[in-house]
């Protein structure tokens, strides 16, 4: 049994040995000579793959995506970090942003989201001013005079 397992083991190995370095060194330096040679001579259009085959979308789309990830975790850091700071006790836009921490942490989130605290923050900060947001946006009641007419 163990004679077997070795016996296998040692095939497995020996043939990793030989085929990785051919293929590494022989078949990859044909199969890019040959893709080099479809490429300049017309039968792989390139300009299909990379504009219309969605390379460069897919490309763009994962790569605003990693940035709004990033800048998001970032802007969860810095609002943490803020809040740790002793310059910012009087800051009104700190105490806002604790204050709607504090309401989220409350209606059940364990760490809201920075974004999320920084538009309860401004709706704190409007309503403290007494801007009534209601008013200030316009009325798509269906049954207003506007569509009566």
């Known amino acids: 049994m163990i004679y077997e397992i070795a016996t ?3 095939v497995f190995l020996f043939s990793m040995a030989v085929w990785l370095p051919v293929y590494k ?6 199969v890019q000579k040959a893709t080099i040679e479809r490429i300049e001579s017309g ?14 979308d897919s ?25 740790h700071d002793p310059e910012n006790i009087t800051d009104p836009i700190a105490a806002g942003i604790s204050a709607s921490e504090e309401i989220l942490k409350g209606l059940g ?36 005079e506007f569509y009566k007419k």
């Open 25 to 30: 060194y022989i078949v990859s330096d044909w």
């Open 59 to 83: 490309l763009a789309e994962r790569t605003v995506t990693l940035f709004k990830h990033h800048m998001l975790a970032e802007m969860g850091q810095l609002s943490r970090a803020a809040q």
């Open 109 to 144: 989130m364990k760490k809201p989201p920075a974004i999320l605290q920084y538009k309860m923050a401004q709706a704190l900060g409007n309503m403290a001013q007494g801007v009534d947001v209601a008013s200030s946006t316009p009325n798509f009641d269906p049954s207003a």
């Open 43 to 56: 039968d792989i259009d390139l300009n299909y793959l990379l504009d219309e085959g969605g390379v460069f």
């Open 8 to 10: 296998y083991l040692a």
